[in-house]
């Protein structure tokens, strides 16, 4: 197995008088796509914001690459080669797209290469290039969100939720992006609520309820498995293909 690039070990969260997330223990090796699922409101996206420093662990320890990263501030994580793209995306709708990702890269201007691969992944942005952001379908902007996010080379991403709400034919369009990804050998957390979706990009999975982690192995072991499916997740692979 790839050694680890990520480790979360006892991760607490509180957020003012809430406990979210109680002793939260995984893994992400180097080059995987790994799926953190749970039902609503089990602590994935308090899980990824806790990573990302948003949110401070009350306790526990978070390491990246070795070192660790619990109590760095947001900036520093971000340096270091994280980056995040929230569920609400966080591009700016009155700039241009162009504009969107020249912001995003903030050591220079794009490489070129680097530029054909992303507008590669995806090609709805070449067509909008020059318009405002704020003119893209709800799929076109999570796209630019994930490109702003690989606008420079980063050694772990970090995405929340990146088909919710798409038409199907936006969530094959970003499922075909995210294999993409995953060959070129991109480090990849993604929280997933579309289980089809989770089930042909995860390499492992992680599974959340009540801000305890309940399961984690391979992909492969929860698609075969309806019952645990079922009782992990309250759904089948059947019911979402």
């Known amino acids: 197995m790839p050694e680890p690039l990520l480790q979360l070990e006892g991760v607490q969260t ?44 009350s306790s526990g320890r978070i390491r990246f690459d ?23 995306m966080g591009i700016f709708t009155d700039l241009t797209v162009r504009e969107n990702i020249v912001l995003a890269a903030r ?52 995405v929340d939720e990146p088909t919710k709400g798409l038409a199907p ?21 993604l929280v997933e609520q579309n289980f089809y979706a989770a089930s042909v990009l995860g390499d492992g999975v992680v599974v959340m309820d009540d801000g305890r982690i309940v399961h984690s192995g391979p992909m492969s072991d929860l698609v075969t498995d309806q019952s645990l499916q079922q009782r992990l997740l309250g759904l089948s692979l059947d019911a979402h293909q």
């Open 107 to 158: 050591s220079g201007p794009v490489d070129s290469a680097r530029l054909d691969w992303m507008l590669g992944l995806f090609p709805a942005l070449r067509r909008f290039w020059n318009l405002p952001a704020g003119n893209l379908s709800g799929g076109q902007k999570q796209m630019l969100a994930i490109a702003r996010a690989i606008a420079e080379p980063r050694r772990l991403l970090l």
């Open 169 to 189: 034919v936006m969530v094959r369009s970003m499922i075909e992006a995210f294999k993409a990804l995953k060959a070129a050998g991109e480090t990849i957390l």
């Open 14 to 57: 509180h957020i003012g008088p809430y406990h979210i997330l109680h002793g939260v223990d995984f893994d992400v090796p180097a080059g995987s796509l790994t799926m953190l699922l749970g039902r609503n409101g089990a602590g994935k996206s308090t899980t990824l914001r806790t990573i990302m420093g948003l949110w401070q662990a």
């Open 66 to 88: 070795g070192r660790d990263i619990t109590a760095s501030a947001t900036p520093d994580i971000a340096r270091a080669g994280i980056a995040y793209v929230p569920e609400a």
